[in-house]
C-alpha cells in the first residue's frame, strides 16, 4: 500500500485543488494549518485524542459542487467543519466529495485528520467515497477500491442500468485505544438502477464479512424494506439505527437544499454494523450549523463499541 504522505496546504477559501504531484492510490492527506480552526476551543489543533470506550462515527453526503443551485462549497466547507468540530468524529463517512473538496476539508480540521478515497472515474477524477479520520486514534492497514459492476476491479465501470459509476472504498483501521481492528466500507448506490442498487448491496455486503465493520453511505432507497436494505440484513448486518425507539432516529436524511423536507419520513441514507460491534447510541444530525445551508442531506452519527 502507498504510504500516506503530507500533502501541500489548501483552505476552504478556494475552491481550486492543490497540485496533487501525481495519483496517489490510496489517497491521504494531511495538512498544516494556515489559521485559527472554526471549531470549538476545547477542540485545539493537535488535541484530538485517544479514544477509549465507546467512539463516535459518521456518515454524511456532502453534495457535490457541481450543482449550481447550492452555495459554493467554499462557504458549506466551513458549515461542514463546523459541525464536525462540534460531534468530534473518529471517522467519518463521506460522499459526493471530490478530492478537492476533501483537501479544503480537512484543511479545516486539526492536523491529525487525513482522508483516503478514489474517484469513481479513476484516478482521483469525479466523485469519491472518501473517508475522513482522526490518525491519532486510526491507524490504516489496508485500503480496498471496488466499482458496483460486473468488473468491480475496472475504474469507472458501470451496472447495466446504473446512470453513472458508482462505487466503494473500504478501509481496515487499527484502533489504538482498544487493539482492535475494523473496517469501514463507505458507498454510494445509484439513484436511477433498481438492479445497480442491488447489485452494489450485494458487493457492499462482501466486502463486511471479515471482522467488526461499519458500513455507511448514500443508497438512494428506503431503509426497512427496500431491496438494497434486505440484502444488507440477510448479509448479518444490524441497522445502527433500529429500532427507531426515538423521533431523532427517524428524522429524514435527504431534505433539499431548502430544507423543506423536515421531520420524519424517508432515509436514504444508512449506517450498519456487524453484530459484534455494540451501537450504544445513534441520530440523525438535525442540528444547523448556519448559513450556507451545508449539504441536501444530515449526517448519521453513532456512538459504537468495538469487541
Not at 482522526?134 to 492497514?141: E, G, Q
Not at 454510494?188 to 447489485?199: F, I, K, M, S, Y
Given at each position: 500500500?502507498?504510504?500516506?504522505?503530507?500533502?501541500?496546504?489548501?483552505?476552504?477559501?478556494?475552491q481550486e485543488s492543490p497540485i496533487l504531484g501525481g495519483v496517489q492510490h490510496p489517497r491521504a492527506v494531511n495538512f498544516r494549518r494556515q489559521r485559527e480552526p472554526v471549531q470549538d476551543p476545547s477542540w485545539k489543533l493537535g488535541s484530538s485524542p485517544i479514544i477509549f470506550g465507546p467512539m463516535r462515527v459518521m456518515t454524511w453526503n456532502v453534495?457535490?459542487?457541481?450543482?449550481?443551485?447550492?452555495?459554493?462549497?467554499?462557504?458549506?466547507?466551513?458549515?461542514?467543519?463546523?459541525?464536525l468540530a462540534t460531534l468530534k468524529p473518529i471517522v467519518l463517512g463521506t460522499q459526493e466529495a471530490s478530492a478537492g473538496m476533501l483537501d479544503a476539508l480537512v484543511s479545516e480540521l486539526p492536523h491529525a485528520y487525513r482522508?483516503?478515497?478514489?474517484?469513481?472515474?479513476?484516478?482521483?477524477t469525479d466523485e469519491t467515497c472518501g473517508v475522513v479520520y482522526?490518525?491519532?486514534?486510526?491507524?490504516?492497514?489496508d485500503v480496498r477500491h471496488r466499482w458496483l459492476s460486473a468488473t468491480p476491479e475496472v475504474p469507472g465501470s458501470t451496472a447495466d442500468d446504473a446512470h453513472l459509476p458508482r462505487m466503494l472504498t473500504a478501509v481496515r483501521f487499527h484502533e489504538a485505544a482498544s487493539d482492535t481492528t475494523f473496517t469501514v466500507v463507505n458507498t454510494?448506490?445509484?439513484?436511477?438502477?433498481?438492479?445497480?442498487?442491488?447489485?452494489g448491496a450485494g458487493l457492499v455486503a462482501q466486502h463486511a464479512q471479515?471482522?467488526?465493520?461499519?458500513?455507511v453511505g448514500d443508497f438512494n432507497d428506503a431503509a426497512q424494506g427496500s431491496p438494497a436494505y434486505d440484502t444488507l440484513v440477510r448479509a448479518g448486518l444490524r441497522d445502527a439505527l433500529a429500532p427507531r425507539d426515538q423521533p431523532r432516529q427517524r428524522l429524514r436524511t435527504f431534505v433539499g437544499l431548502e430544507q423543506d423536507l423536515d421531520g420524519?419520513?424517508?432515509q436514504i441514507d444508512w449506517m450498519f454494523v456487524t453484530p459484534d460491534i455494540q451501537v450504544r447510541d445513534s441520530w440523525?444530525?438535525?442540528?444547523?450549523?448556519?448559513?450556507?445551508?451545508?449539504?441536501d442531506h444530515r449526517p448519521i452519527v453513532a456512538e459504537v463499541r468495538l469487541p
Open positions: 500500500m502507498t504510504p500516506l504522505r503530507r500533502a501541500s496546504q489548501g483552505d476552504c477559501r478556494s453534495l457535490t459542487d457541481s450543482v449550481s443551485a447550492a452555495a459554493p462549497w467554499t462557504g458549506r466547507c466551513l458549515q461542514v467543519a463546523q459541525r482522508w483516503v478515497g478514489e474517484g469513481r472515474r479513476g484516478r482521483l482522526d490518525s491519532t486514534a486510526l491507524t490504516v492497514l454510494h448506490l445509484d439513484h436511477a438502477g433498481g438492479q445497480a442498487r442491488l447489485l471479515d471482522g467488526p465493520t461499519v458500513v420524519e419520513g424517508e440523525v444530525d438535525h442540528a444547523s450549523p448556519g448559513s450556507p445551508v451545508a449539504s
